[in-house]
Nanobody, 120 residues
Framework: VQLQASGGGVAQAGASLRLSCAAS????????VGWFRQAPGKEREFVAA???????DYADSVKGRFAISRDNAKNTVYLQMGSLKFEDTAVYYC???????????????WGQGTQVTVSS
């Protein structure tokens, strides 16, 4: 599975952005997919994940502001980010598990990352 993340950019605090993660090579409709992020000087952290049937999980820091969804017909997973904060600035990566349930770890396939910068 090859994953391509896109949609990053520069946004003001309080604004919204939508990231997309498109899969190619094979369908990943049975795979759980997650978003992670890594800020400069920090370790990569879990952001959100969605199972094959739509179950979701979020990091506490983004609950109520971010929403993950998937369109299996388009082989794409989305991360709608709202009420952006300066601390959301990071490179965002999408990843897919070989399994179908939501977990915050154990991801095998990774995309290349897309930069999100939130300005005050």
């Amino acid at each position: 599975v090859q994953l391509q993340a896109s949609g990053g950019g520069v946004a003001q605090a309080g604004a919204s952005l939508r990231l997309s993660c498109a899969a190619s090579g094979r369908t990943f409709r049975r795979n759980a997919v997650g978003w992670f992020r890594q800020a400069p000087g920090k370790e990569r952290e879990f952001v959100a994940a969605i199972s094959w049937n739509g179950d979701t999980d979020y990091a506490d820091s983004v609950k109520g502001r971010f929403a993950i969804s998937r369109d299996n017909a388009k082989n794409t997973v989305y991360l709608q980010m709202g009420s952006l904060k300066f601390e959301d600035t990071a490179v965002y990566y999408c990843a897919a598990r070989t399994g179908s349930i939501v977990l915050e770890y154990d991801y095998k396939y990774w995309g290349q990352g897309t930069q999100v910068t939130v300005s005050s």
